[in-house]
């Protein structure tokens, strides 16, 4: 019963600084429940992979608005290392539906495009920590 | 299930009107409604709205258009003297092909050119910086040194189109490269137009292209508009934008409160170097987003003139009726665009610009309906220019100046977001400043909330917006949308083109320069000079801003939820 409350980290990775969108979501997290960090602008990925180790956070949430989203997980992916497989990857941002399967073959768990709902975020948040602890 | 509507009863009240019939007339239409429930009804920014307004004035100072307050316009006769100007923002990839975008949309009929950066160059990176590498050409142009600046404008005539640069941090520097192509064009400095947005207050808050604390970043400012008051007297040395705070999620009175406070504090640091106040404050100019309340963003707009006019001269004794002037232009699009249903947008932007019009805006960029998802593609870009032109040619619109002026309501609205702006610049002020309140993340704070209070809004309902959470499709949507790919080649052939200028210039000359930069850091006097010389040698914004970052050091964000 007496489960930890889910640590999120959210994160905004290279240069754009348009940051409404990773604030109204931390907010969001945070009225549902979940402990949230959010790094401020302009973090590079293997800064943000150290701060996720360190805080032990179990998921990472990317807010990326700039159009890199793609090499971006991907590269978030590489710098979290052999802890890879326990700490869930989601991005929000400006991506198209098409892009979302080579998102997730990218490695993330989950894609939010623009317009996606906050329970939505919030749904997928709690499904993909879910499953990480279940595939464990 | 929607929600029911609260009611409420209306009280006959302010019986103000001396003329009898009419006061007649509104009594008995008072007692009718007493009787029916309306939905209460509010502004975007929270005003609450009476379903009918009457003449109960005095209201505040109007004056004729062209004359002190300027609440009516700055121009006597406005739009019949010229139209406003259609600046799209626009900008990718390599100068050469942004270039090719300027040419095509001026051929189309766009009358001004709106430069937009790609984000290494916005932060005083190179393109071969390796922070930079996703970034490059990406949501602007990458201009790295003179040469790219000389091929973005190349067959562009200076001395007839002007341009506008969204950039902050390193605007300095972009400014000294456009005034060297203008040389180079051989058109003179003093015909040079154009504005740089120059605005790093609002950086801080809620754009975040920030590179330097605020001390040496007020001082760089006031360094390019002393050097524009005396080589390039036409040129917008400073564009205060409000546009940012609003899309990230403040009121449209918070907006216009943000950035006069801002206004504020840039005009004191001018003051405070000794610039002569009516010298100066004609190179000011205002941005803003023009969202979906019509009226209020028009009653934003008449107030906004209205309350810098009284700054200017009260406050700051300018008696030049163009230092008193509110000129400003507006991006309409941004966060009311989405990506639900994205064709609605080509409706939600001609609102905007109509408000913007009836507002007495001075130029206008329309977004393209594909914004949630990308920069524009060429046929995106055309509808969005379109739109400014059917208004403009097709619907009489400009033909008078402030047309909404006299109205009950526009005069009523007008008067209560003026006192309300007044109210927060008084706060502002009173609590040590905008620089202290941006220090201490509080105007950060406020805007983050406005804007998680908005999206809980619109998702229980209370906030309508078309096609996202009332006449939504119920299907999800996966049309397939025509959509701007960036090359991905963009990086490695901007990459190139710096090594081939670094390879050709005179690189003594650029250790020299760069110097010179870093001495002027170190010393009080202007930095345009030398910032100038070092563009002239080809020195690239990543080496200039390394020796600046070098003497002013870089800024800590208050990272506050």
Known sequence: M?????????????LDGHDRGAKVVAYALR????????????????????????????????????????SLTRRLKEALGERANEIAILVGGTIAHQEIPAMLEAGASAVFPTGTALAEVVGGVRAAVEKRKDDR | MANAPETRILQPSRMTSNDGDIHESEQRWRKRVAKLTVAPAKTSSGIELDPLYFEDGPHGELGMPGDY?????????????RLWTMRQYSGFGTASETNQRYRWLLEQGQTGISVAL???????????????????????????TLADMEELFAGIPLDRVSAS?????????????????AERQGVAAEKIAGTIQNDIL???????????????????IVDTIEHCVTHAPRFNAISIAGAHFRDAGATAVQELAFTLADAITYVQACVDRGLDIDQFGRLLSFYFYTHND???????????????????????????RNSQMFRFGVVCGGSTLTAQQPFNNVVRVAYQLLASVLGGVQSVFTAAWDEPFAIPTEQSAELALRTQQVLAYETNVPSVADPLGGSYFIEALTDKVESEVGAIIDHIETTGGMVAAIEKGMIQREIAQEAYRNQLRIENGEQIVVGVNRFARAEPEREHLELYRPDPQIGERQRQKLAEVRSRRDEARVKQTLAQVGEAARGTVNMMSSISDAVKAYASIGEICAVLREHFGTYQEPVAL
Do not use: C
């Open chain 2, 294 to 320: 019509l009226f209020e963003e028009v009653a934003k707009y008449r107030a906004g003139r209205r309350l810098w006019a009284r700054i200017m001269k009260e406050r700051f004794g300018a008696n030049d």
């Open chain 2, 165 to 181: 640069f969204t950039i902050n941090s390193t605007a300095s520097i972009l400014l000294a490269m456009y005034l060297a192509v």
């Open chain 2, 69 to 81: 307050p300027f609440t009516r316009g700055v121009q006597p006769t406005m739009y019949r003297g």
């Open chain 1, 31 to 70: 009225d549902a429940g979940m402990e949230v960090i959010y790094t401020g602008l302009r973090q590079n990925v293997e800064h943000i992979a150290e701060v996720a180790l360190q805080e032990d956070v179990d998921a990472i949430g990317l807010s990326i608005l700039s159009g890199a989203h793609l």
């Open chain 1, 2 to 14: 007496n489960e930890r409350r889910i640590r999120v980290l959210i994160a905004k990775p290279g």
């Open chain 2, 118 to 144: 790609d984000l290494p160059t916005q932060l005083g990176m190179d393109s071969d910086d390796p922070m930079a590498i996703d970034d490059v050409g990406r949501v602007g142009v990458a201009i790295d």
């Open chain 2, 202 to 220: 609002k950086e801080y808050v809620s754009r975040g292209t920030w590179i330097f604390p605020p001390a040496p970043a007020l001082r760089l």
